[in-house]
């Protein structure tokens, strides 16, 4: 034992027999959960990893991953070389089961503190956050290679490959395990359950949706506080009608970021304030001078740069809303999809009573299934059930028992080992075809989800001529101006492209499409 | 040719090559689209149903049949011998496929003329109407023969029998048809149609749906103006919304009605005012001093009081509508299941510029498909399509496309079937045990829907004493004072029994311990 502290090392691995591909994410929860539960206080300095190592007998590799892990996901500070200490972004969590966070003092409602409703109006952007994308109200359109109408230049050419970001590859749907899975759930569901549902959501479904985004996601999920919902627009709706009933007058949102949160929020009466984002998530001053007491965030990736938040950011994020007694609603719309390392850990994970997480299939199995949850703090959770109820009174059960089922025998996690096979492949062969066809291109953004950011350097053409020449080729292409409030101002294309629905040699052929036109003169 | 105006009476039988059991209701569809097209003007009078009949070739019985049938939804009056003639109720349809209604001339919107919000606040009923009911949040309760928790008198003992009303008979969904449609739509959908969905609803379910309504229920649905939504709960919440950002305050509730319109109308910021009702609908001179410029009506069979609105109350209501430049929402919570006649038709292929029409699979499949219809005036339509996309981006494709396809392929139309025996199979044993057990009871709403109105003689005991009796005997029977403002004045128990959803044995068994119950002494 190290003799560092008072914690006891050793309980820090209870699963010490696991099998040794197991060890490593034991190691990690279990060291999550003693932060959250403060039994090891902020400021605590951690063993070395060698000494953890030896005490826990397992490998040095494997106690440094967990301690990276942890440092990345804000549990855990790290000074280059001096040491590892718990860090104090983390709050105590509540007791399993009991529906109620701890007491958070008065809170003041109804003030009306916020900034005007709608000062700042979003542009009118199509980038699909958290599985929303703007519809022309057309019905579905296009085959899953190529859609058309949605590009800011659609019209101009029949639209052969649109890279727009946001929908999943759709032929990856698991249609035969579904449909065993639908008639295993109407073999077996007792008529009752056919009658008018929960409105928070299928208890089964809320106990293995609880399980799975605990073990994948890192975050607190009780299913007392979970609900079932349509998707994460339907949670941003919900979570607005709410905030708007406390007083509340706009949202903060990422900039750049989705302009579809501001026309969810707006249906509930609420503003929007772009926030300004730098490489390490929102910047805190403008954040606090902005007035706002909520904001929508996408830490694990972001949406759309791709950045992942630093930990330092998330602890920020997590003070100013204690301080304006306030809340986040963390858009998880893509955090399985990590291909070079362990996806980050949820930011709900650090504070469930401040944290609203949403999350949804619409990525990994399909948008049409409208299917989502959320994880709810105590002192909300009554107020979101009721406006569930009203709005709709709870999800259809048919799709929520398959669900259920396809997430406690495995299909689930089995699925998106599949995507992230196939969408990590059509990543790499974007890379290729950019590197081999617009040379120079910068991308960033690559380690996880379902699209980058390529800076295309300026000798292939001004912006507008770049997107032009584009469409006029067939290839839909949307510039990062669509999701905020930036302007171009080097010269340079910077894009958002969305990959993952396109097969690999529609990406090849696209790029390809693209510095063709982009050559001609 | 009976030479009655100038009518092309032969033309009102297209298809008079139809097997004769098709003939009436050709007739009764030719005749309601003549009236509503303006090919039969008001005040036009019919042939007599001998000459008629002679003409077209069909028997008497089947006009007089017909001219009945339309005379009760509005379409015709009659005076007793004297003759029939076109009434003015009905209005000019929009052309089918335009999506827009004829100009209503300048519509003055947000005037915010209505009165106080919540001026008058509904009880807290526990009426199911439109497939809403009241939950306590607990998660799916009791089987389905006895349900316990939703009652005033729960928990005095163990509800064994509970005739709460709205609850189909859930052991009569078709699991093997449902499971079947379900493969086969798994196989036949296209990998576009399991992406972001139409927030108006599948293509082919509103085409389905559309001819199904026009069929069975004499609407005018084009499937332009169909809107799928999860059923008529989110109907309400819907169109409150946009009724809301339109500048309304409250929205008239029939009186006796169900208390939970008014919460869904209060979650979207609106009041909700009773509007007082007799034998044959509203009564038009409170509504008219009402204030209101919107209200929710069940004309077909209203609940609770199972009346079918006459010819001359529709006809007020929407002269009442238009004066005010209003808007029906008409709730056909249970329109499908007629007893000792034909369904009266709806009240919205009057006007469907002016009736908002709401229905659902909650009566006839089940509440948990969450799956129902909209048809919208064209003059409200892209406001409550962006409304719904906002909500919840549309619904879930899987089931919308089940419908479909078990609508298309009958199998809706021999589920309702199934239902229809079974309901008024259990209304005839409820009537039985009624005079059996608890003579001198006047039932009256038998001829329709899944409830009737029980007046239990004083000499039973008083009110509260009868209630509490058949509660500690673990019968839950809910007093008509629920739904409304009346209160009992004559002594006799006036009850809503609903009996749907209980086997014939569970009704005379339930019946026969209230009377055990009260007999005591």
Chains 1, 2 share one sequence.
Request: proline share 7%; glycine share 14%; charged share 25%.
């Amino acid at each position: 034992m190290s003799g560092h502290g008072q914690a006891a090392w050793e309980l820090l691995l209870p699963a010490a027999g696991a099998p040794a591909r197991r060890r490593g994410r034991a190691l990690q929860e279990a060291l999550r959960e003693a932060v959250r539960s403060g039994r090891l206080t902020a400021g605590t300095r951690l063993p070395s990893t060698r000494a953890l190592a030896a005490d826990l007998g397992v490998s040095r590799g494997l106690v440094t991953e967990a301690y990276e892990q942890l440092t990345a996901e804000g549990y855990l500070r790290s000074d280059r070389g001096a040491g590892t200490w718990v860090g104090d972004a983390a709050r105590a969590t509540h007791a399993r089961g009991d529906g109620r966070g701890p007491v958070h003092g008065a809170r003041a409602r109804g003030d009306g503190r916020g900034p005007a409703a709608g000062a700042r109006a979003p542009g009118d952007g199509h980038g699909p956050v958290a599985g929303v994308r703007a519809r022309d109200g057309s019905g579905p359109g296009g085959g899953a290679r190529a859609r058309g109408g949605a590009g800011p230049d659609a019209g101009r050419a029949e639209i052969r490959v649109d890279f727009h970001p946001g929908t999943p590859d759709l032929s990856l749907f698991p249609r035969a395990a579904w449909s065993t899975a639908q008639r295993a759930v109407l073999a077996r569901l007792t008529h009752p359950a056919l009658g008018y549902p929960d409105p928070r959501g299928l208890p089964e479904l809320r106990e293995a949706l609880a399980g799975m985004l605990t073990r994948r996601r890192g975050v607190v999920a009780d299913p007392e506080r979970l609900v079932v919902c349509s998707g994460v627009a339907q949670a941003s709706t919900l979570l607005g009608f709410v905030l708007r009933a406390r007083g509340l007058d706009a949202v903060g949102i990422e900039d750049p970021g989705s302009p579809e949160h501001g026309r969810l929020f707006a249906s509930t009466g609420l503003g929007t304030v772009w926030l300004p984002l730098d490489e390490e998530g929102l910047l805190p001053e403008p954040l606090a001078a902005s007035g706002v007491r909520a904001a929508v965030v996408t830490p694990s990736h972001q949406f759309p740069s791709g950045i992942s938040w630093s930990a330092e950011r998330r602890a920020a994020l997590l003070d100013w809303a204690r301080a304006v007694d306030g809340y986040v609603l963390e858009d998880d719309y893509d955090g399985d999809f990590r291909y070079d390392r362990a996806p980050v850990g949820a930011l709900q994970g650090l504070d469930p009573e401040r944290v609203v997480y949403a999350g949804s299939v619409s990525k990994s199995l399909a948008p049409g299934l409208r299917l989502g949850w959320m994880l709810v703090p105590g002192d909300l959770l009554g107020e979101v059930v009721e406006r569930k109820r009203t709005m709709d009174l709870g999800n259809p059960v048919l799709d929520q028992a398959v669900l259920a089922e396809f997430v406690t025998r495995g299909g689930y996690d089995r699925q998106l080992r599949r995507c992230q096979r196939a969408y990590r492949e059509r990543r790499d062969v974007l890379l290729a075809a950019l590197a081999e066809h617009l040379p120079g291109t910068r991308v960033s953004g690559i380690a996880a989800g379902l699209h980058v950011i390529a800076r295309v350097p300026g000798r292939y053409g001004p912006p507008e001529r770049f997107l032009a020449r584009a469409a006029e080729a067939g290839v839909a292409l949307r510039p990062l101006e669509e999701y905020g409030t930036a302007r171009p101002g080097d010269g340079d294309v910077r894009l958002v492209i969305g990959y993952a629905h396109l097969s690999p040699s529609a990406v090849t052929a696209g790029i390809r499409l693209v510095a063709e036109a982009v050559g001609r003169d």
